[in-house]
Structures are given as C-alpha cells and as structure tokens.
T-cell receptor, first 114, second 114 residues
Framework: DAKTTQPPSMDCAEGRAANLPCNHS???????VYWYRQIHSQGPQYIIH???NNETNEMASLIITEDRKSSTLILPHATLRDTAVYYC???????????????FGKGTKLSVKP | NAGVTQTPKFRILKIGQSMTLQCAQD?????MYWYRQDPGMGLKLIYY???????DKGEVPNGYNVSRSTTEYFPLRLELAAPSQTSVYFC?????????????FGDGTRLSIL
C-alpha cells in the first residue's frame, strides 16, 4: 500500500500557483519524497524529489516540513498543460530487491482552468 | 533522445491468446520495471530486473513472464490472455536502484482482452 495520503482532486486557475499537499506521517529517516505526474494517456513523468531540505528545479518546488511528515509540491505558475494526476511517493535511499520500486497510490488530479 | 520505447501502443487480444509487449531503453540503465495501471488506479509493479539475466517478481506477477537477455530490452510475455489482464502497461528504467535515480517511463501499451 502507498505510504502517502493525497487529496483526490484540486483545481487551480491558470497562471496561479498550484500547491499540492501530501501526508507521509510514517516516513522513515532514510526515505526520500518523490513526486511524479501523469498527463492523460502518457507514462508517469518525474518532477522532483527531496529528503529534508526544500528543493527547486525548472519544473517545481518541494517544501518538506521540519518533522518530514508532510510536504507540498508547488507549481509556481500553472498552465493548462499542467493538468494531470500528481503522485507523491516515499522511497528509501538505500535498498535492494523490490524495496526500490515505486509504489503509486491514486494521486491528486489537478485541473488547471482558464 | 528516445528514452524508453514501448511497442505496440495498442492491442486487442482474444482470451487465451499470447503476446509479448516490447520495451527498449537507450540510456544504458541497469534497472527496468513493468507496471500495469487499471482504470482510475495507480500503477502496480509486475516484474523488475536489476540487470541482464536477473529478474524478480513484483506485486502482481501472476499470468506474466519476463526475460532480460540484454541491458537494452525487457519484454513482458502474456501466455494465456485473460480479461483481468485488460490494462495499460508501462515499462520504466532507472540508472540504479540505490541512490536517488528517478525512473523514466515509456508511453504505455493499451491492451484489451476480449
């Protein structure tokens, strides 16, 4: 089962920031938080990951709370092309066998509206 | 920059037929994965491989087989197709399982068993 909890859906106005929350209250010290998204009919796309510090790349920012029990993915200026299902996943840094595999929950369906 | 390529994109099978879903990656990744995604659900791992000649079962392996004779290719075999195998199948690869390498996904094969 997924170790994360996300709202099933969210709306965002085009051009505004989209803030997608994720709860991972049972996260372990060696587990990273990953975010992927899946645009309709396409394969999942990697967005960003982090351990405990906030991270930013060309796609998004990731804010992780100090206790690491929750995080927020921020799309600073959402466009219509950001409409997708967003998955928050926790994954250990060092692992072997099947532990390294991504466990996808149902994610959050983000709808960006004009 | 092809990344992960899956063929075919669509296929309709009759119950009891067999087929092989093809997956190729050109990134020289050691790790490869097969997932299935049922409508409205997250991805579930079928099989994975940590390198040529090494494969292992994931969460839902029944009814499938895999082989990994080279680094580049990781085909998924359905021997006796059943309606429950109607799904979208995604292949993914990553540089290593250790560390923080993200997985790169293909665009999927949409399979219907009638």
């Amino acid at each position: 089962d997924a170790k994360t909890t996300q709202p099933p859906s969210m709306d965002c106005a085009e051009g505004r920031a989209a803030n997608l929350p994720c709860n991972h209250s049972t996260i372990s010290g060696n587990e990273y938080v990953y975010w992927y998204r899946q645009i309709h009919s396409q394969g999942p796309q990697y967005i960003i990951h982090g351990l405990k510090n906030n991270e930013t790349n060309e796609m998004a920012s990731l804010i992780i709370t100090e206790d690491r029990k929750s995080s927020t993915l921020i799309l600073p200026h959402a466009t219509l092309r950001d409409t997708a299902v967003y998955y928050c996943i926790v994954r250990p840094l060092n692992y072997g066998g099947s532990q390294g595999n991504l466990i996808f929950g149902k994610g959050t369906k983000l709808s960006v509206k004009p | 920059n092809a990344g992960v390529t899956q063929t075919p994109k669509f296929r309709i099978l009759k119950i009891g037929q067999s087929m092989t879903l093809q997956c190729a990656q050109d990134m020289n990744h050691n790790y490869m994965y097969w997932y299935r995604q049922d409508p409205g659900m997250g991805l579930k791992l079928i099989y994975y491989s940590v390198g040529a000649g090494i494969t292992d079962k994931g969460e839902v392996p029944n009814g499938y087989n895999v082989s990994r004779s080279t680094t580049e290719y990781f085909p998924l075999r359905l021997e006796l197709a059943a309606p429950s195998q109607t799904s979208v199948y995604f292949c993914a690869s990553s540089g290593t399982a250790r560390g923080i390498q993200p997985q790169h996904f293909g665009d999927g094969t949409r399979l219907s068993i009638l």
